[in-house]
C-alpha cells in the first residue's frame, strides 16, 4: 500500500494561484497512474487530472488552467492551479493506481491521500 500525503492547500482569491505536492511514501514507477480529484460538501469526487508514462488527462473545467506534472526521481506528483475561481474551491485528493484504469474513475484508484483543502474567495 502506497501511502500518499498531499500539501499545499489553503486560501487563496479568485485568479491567483495555488501549486499542490503529492509524494509518495516509496517508489511509485511512471507506469502508475497517478491523479488529482476533489470534491465539494455534497459532490461526488471529480476528476480533476492525472499523469501517466508521459500521457496527461485533464478535467473539462480545469483544462487551460491547472497543470500536472511528476518528479519521478521524487516520487512527488504536482498540480498548478492557476486563474482560480470560486467553483474550485474543495478538498483536493491524489490517488494512484496501477494497471488498466478509466483516469477519470476514482474507484479504478488503488492508494488515496487524505486530502488538502483548497478555498477560493470571490
Known amino acids: 500500500q502506497v501511502q500518499l500525503v498531499e500539501s499545499g492547500g489553503g486560501l487563496v482569491q479568485a485568479g491567483g494561484s495555488l501549486r499542490l505536492s503529492c509524494a509518495a511514501s516509496?517508489?511509485?514507477?511512471?507506469?502508475?497512474?497517478m491523479g488529482w480529484f476533489r470534491q465539494s460538501p455534497g459532490q461526488e469526487r471529480e476528476f480533476v487530472a492525472a499523469i501517466r508514462d508521459g500521457s496527461i488527462w485533464y478535467g473539462d473545467s480545469v483544462k487551460g488552467r491547472f497543470t500536472i506534472s511528476r518528479d519521478n526521481a521524487n516520487d512527488t506528483v504536482y498540480l498548478q492551479m492557476d486563474s482560480l475561481k470560486a467553483e474550485d474551491t474543495a478538498v483536493y485528493f491524489c490517488?494512484?493506481?496501477?494497471?488498466?484504469?478509466?483516469?477519470?474513475?476514482?474507484?479504478?484508484?488503488?492508494?488515496w491521500g487524505h486530502g488538502t483543502q483548497v478555498t477560493v474567495s470571490s
Open positions: 516509496e517508489r511509485t514507477r511512471s507506469a502508475w497512474i
Open positions: 490517488a494512484a493506481g496501477q494497471g488498466s484504469v478509466v483516469v477519470s474513475n476514482p474507484n479504478d484508484y488503488d492508494n
